[in-house]
């Protein structure tokens, strides 16, 4: 199969690029050798959206991103045009050389050495992709494809701060743990309006809410025990107008093993279609990239992405 490997040198602070000879070597060892014209780095921020096409157009049905998950989504996004798989036979892959790689661990890829090897065997898992539409922090519409989570509110709020504040983001994992505390006793819930499917819009006051396609995100989190990605249906996570402290020692201390769910103002469905505003500022999240603000609609799409993922049977 003909594949183009898109290098982020600039992930987890450039260790990526300093990194990539032996994760080339590593590739190799598995993949047998590679030419260094299957080989593209990225340039600048979303370069490997412009560089996945390239190389689809170019006749590569295999795509494989070295970074994190900044530079998978973007190559995801590079591959997806007017809702559609660009071809339809493609297969993408990630290598963990980011600061978080979350997007590996939910293909249950812990290692890169388990990375190559799921990509040698050609072992592959269908996900569901959805489409979201927001307003874009220029003020101008944004649409960004995800297939793991998307998320609005103080759960958001979380990942931005987490990301955007450099000293933050250099503590890695930590930064999340400091802000979901931080944020928790600092957010207030705000009102929503929801339109589920389609059902009649409901304004509802809530601290969070969250589109999950997998189980799990982030480190260590079990959002929505027991979703399937590949049900073609996003679970649905409301959580709502919970107390500073109450959110402190009842949801976020069980956002591990899901059992915040149990909480009498957290709700859980199923949906593939939702669009959600508000009149107060509330920021929104796609696979852990912070993309804007409400009012912003996501979208479940009829087709299935090919990604390299462990066998575990
Ligand atoms: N040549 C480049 N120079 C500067 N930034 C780049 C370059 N190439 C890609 N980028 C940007 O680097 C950012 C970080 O990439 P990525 O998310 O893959 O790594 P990470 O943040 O270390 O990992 P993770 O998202 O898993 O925590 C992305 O926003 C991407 O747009």
């Known amino acids: 199969m003909k594949t183009r490997i898109i290098v982020n040198p600039m992930a987890n602070k450039g260790g990526c690029g300093k990194r990539w000879p032996q994760i080339r070597a590593g590739l190799e060892k598995h993949l047998g050798p590679?030419?260094?014209?299957?080989?593209?780095?990225?340039?600048?921020?979303?370069?490997?959206?412009?560089?996945?096409?390239?190389?689809?157009?170019?006749?590569?049905?295999?795509?494989?991103?070295?970074?994190?998950?900044?530079?998978?989504?973007?190559?995801?996004?590079?591959?997806?045009?007017?809702?559609?798989?660009?071809?339809?036979?493609?297969?993408?892959?990630?290598?963990?050389?980011?600061?978080?790689?979350?997007?590996?661990?939910?293909?249950?890829?812990?290692?890169?050495g388990e990375a190559c090897k799921a990509i040698a065997m050609g072992h592959t898992r269908d996900v569901d992709v959805f489409r979201a539409d927001?307003?874009?922090?220029?003020?101008?519409?944004?649409?960004?494809?995800?297939?793991?989570?998307?998320?609005?509110?103080?759960?958001?709020?979380?990942?931005?701060?987490a990301q955007r504040v450099p000293l933050l983001k250099r503590l890695g994992p930590i930064s999340y743990v400091l802000m979901t505390a931080f944020t928790s006793l600092t957010y207030n819930p705000r009102n929503y309006r929801i339109r589920i499917d389609d059902e009649a819009e409901q304004s509802l006051p809530m601290w969070s809410l969250m589109l999950c396609s997998f189980?799990?995100?982030?480190?260590?989190?079990?959002?929505?025990?027991?979703?399937?990605?590949?049900?073609?249906?996003?679970?649905?996570?409301?959580?709502?107008?919970?107390?500073?402290?109450?959110?402190?020692?009842?949801?976020?201390?069980?956002?591990?093993?899901?059992?915040?769910?149990?909480?009498?103002?957290?709700?859980?469905?199923h949906a593939s279609r939702i669009s959600i505003d508000s009149d107060t500022m509330v920021r929104a999240d796609v696979d852990g990239e912070s993309i804007g603000q409400l009012p912003m609609s996501v979208t479940m799409l009829p087709f299935h992405l090919k990604v390299a993922a462990v066998n575990r049977q």
Request: proline share 4%.
């Open 215 to 269: 189980d799990g995100a982030g480190e260590g989190l079990m959002l929505a025990p027991g979703a399937d990605p590949g049900d073609r249906k996003l679970d649905l996570i409301l959580v709502g107008d919970i107390g500073h402290w109450e959110t402190l020692t009842r949801i976020v201390p069980k956002l591990g093993d899901g059992s915040y769910l149990a909480h009498p103002k957290v709700s859980r469905r």
């Open 34 to 112: 590679i030419d260094d014209d299957d080989i593209t780095m990225t340039r600048a921020p979303n370069h490997a959206t412009k560089l996945a096409r390239e190389a689809v157009d170019a006749g590569c049905r295999r795509l494989i991103s070295v970074g994190g998950d900044g530079t998978f989504s973007e190559m995801m996004n590079g591959v997806i045009s007017d809702d559609r798989l660009i071809a339809p036979d493609l297969v993408l892959a990630q290598l963990p050389a980011g600061t978080s790689n979350e997007l590996c661990r939910s293909f249950g890829q812990l290692s890169l």
């Open 134 to 161: 927001a307003k874009g922090y220029g003020g101008g519409q944004v649409t960004r494809y995800g297939f793991v989570l998307a998320i609005v509110g103080a759960a958001a709020t979380i990942s931005w701060r």
